[in-house]
């Protein structure tokens, strides 16, 4: 059973079987808003199931709402909407803990295991939902600018759809925890190596028309100033 998060009217993590955090509690959270966090923060997902006996685990785009988390796919991926239980994860990786002695490193993350059935999207208007969160979570303002899919690409486009019900949410921050140790009198340097991600300059289809300039998401997005794609 779920209770709502306080002040926000929406239920916390479920707490089941498979969500309880049993091992690094500390790391664990129940609110709501830390996986949409990490949902915002991730780019691709992997989804994990069982086919025919067989586990498989897909990396794929994704996008989401409050509720649901829409997935990206060939036809292919219509044999996976007939597996009876799926398991998704987004890892984000923020940076290496380097403590005195090897047995105490570990890595600064935030990750996120969804469960459920996954269905597969049939509904036209909900499809479009679907790929409209995918597009705009993945390039802001790309799904406006550029030409919609037609009737016959979305019919030829698959999207599975997994509710935000059963989850689990795992953070960890901050420097080693062997400063308390007899290592820390061993004089060795400790403590975080961060990783850190960014965007690149747009780079133009060589085939582009000179002048043909990147439009003003794409910069906002990448944090360029280059405007005109022959630059």
Known sequence: MTHPVAGSGRPALSATDRTTHRRLREQGRADRADLLAVLRAGFIAHLGVVVDGTPMVIPTSYGFDDDTLYLHGSVASRSLAGAAQACVTITLVDGLVLARSVFEHA??????????????????????????????????????????????????TSLLALP????????????????????????????????????????????????????????????????????
């Open 107 to 156: 890595v600064n993350y935030r990750s996120a295991m969804i469960y459920g059935t996954p269905r597969l999207v049939t509904d036209p208007a909900e499809k479009l939902h679907g790929l409209h969160l995918l597009s705009e979570h993945l390039a802001p303002g790309q799904w406006d600018y550029a030409r919609q899919p037609s009737r016959k690409e979305l019919a030829a």
């Open 164 to 231: 935000l019900a059963e989850a689990s949410v795992k953070i960890r921050t901050g420097p080693p925890d062997d400063a308390d140790s007899p290592d820390a009198a061993l004089g060795l340097w400790a403590g975080e190596l961060p990783l850190v991600s960014s965007w690149g300059e747009p780079v133009p289809d060589p085939d582009l028309p000179a002048g043909t300039r990147v439009p003003p998401h794409l910069v906002a997005r990448a944090g360029t100033r280059a405007f005109d794609a022959g630059r």
